[in-house]
């Protein structure tokens, strides 16, 4: 397994507020550390996003001409930060794609939630989303529409009233972390949305591990990218340092 572990990534994008790191890229391949608030593409609000930002970057770095293409195999919410891989050839974006939809991709988060969290909590619910706000809510199983979500939360450390959780999808749903903890009993610090979160917070939740098979090299690969040192984050400083995630 080729391992890229935190460190000095390999260079960076800078656009205004926001800086993209680059863990990695090859002719396939492109893995970047999204900041939080980025969106991950263009959207209604005509901000700058993730994907457009990195064409520009390949494009400049390798002299490309016309339109750069970049396949995007998954998403991150708009306020959440952290490793995403991004498709650099149509091959790879369809493999990387199917990985994802197969669950071949495994996507580990780190959270910092409110309340004492239990060592371990394997949660499972079915979410329906609202096509019109883009709230999603738990429902029953017999809901028209419903899906079903499942993760694992582990605990790491309590301190403060907050609780650091390293979180393992089994599903891959619409602000599933956020609804299904919310749901629980422990909401996500600075979650606007669905933890009562204040302003001026920035929601504890980071894309902090990915793993998966090269898409044409079928080498195994894994990715770590751990989250700031400030907000609710500063709290378990010492612990996510220490973490292998």
């Not at 899906?147 to 599933?176: I, P, Y």
């Not at 903890?181 to 669905?194: E, K, Q, V």
């Not at 044409?216 to 400083?237: I, N, Y």
Request: charged share 25%; glycine share 10%; proline share 6%.
């Amino acid at each position: 397994m080729r391992e890229f572990e935190p460190g000095a990534p390999l260079g960076a994008v800078q656009s205004g507020k926001y800086k993209v790191g680059v863990l990695y890229e090859d002719n396939h391949l492109l893995v970047v550390v999204k900041p939080p608030n980025l969106p991950v593409q263009a959207d209604a609000s005509g901000d700058t996003d993730l994907l457009t930002l990195m064409k520009g970057y390949i494009g400049e770095k390798y002299h490309k001409p016309g339109a750069v293409y970049l396949g995007l195999c998954h998403r991150l919410d708009r306020p959440v930060g952290g490793a995403m891989v991004l498709a650099r050839t149509s091959k790879a974006a369809a493999r990387l794609s199917a990985a994802f939809a197969g669950h071949g991709v495994q996507k580990t988060y780190l959270a910092v939630v409110r309340g004492a969290a239990p060592d371990q909590m394997e949660l499972c619910d079915y979410l329906l989303k609202d096509g019109r706000s883009g709230m999603v809510k738990v429902v029953e199983a017999s809901a028209p529409g419903a899906k079903q979500a499942r993760l694992v939360s582990e605990n790491l450390a309590r301190r403060e009233g907050l609780s650091l959780q390293k979180v393992r999808l089994m599903t891959g749903r619409s602000h599933q972390i956020r609804v299904q903890h919310a749901n629980a009993g422990f909401p996500l610090w600075g979650d606007a949305r669905y933890g009562q979160g204040r302003p001026g917070e920035q929601i504890a939740l980071w894309a902090a591990r990915l793993e998966f098979e090269h898409p044409t090299r079928k080498t195994p690969m894994r990715f770590v990218s751990l989250p700031p040192e400030s907000g609710a984050w500063a709290v378990f400083r010492d612990e996510i340092k220490g973490d292998e995630c």
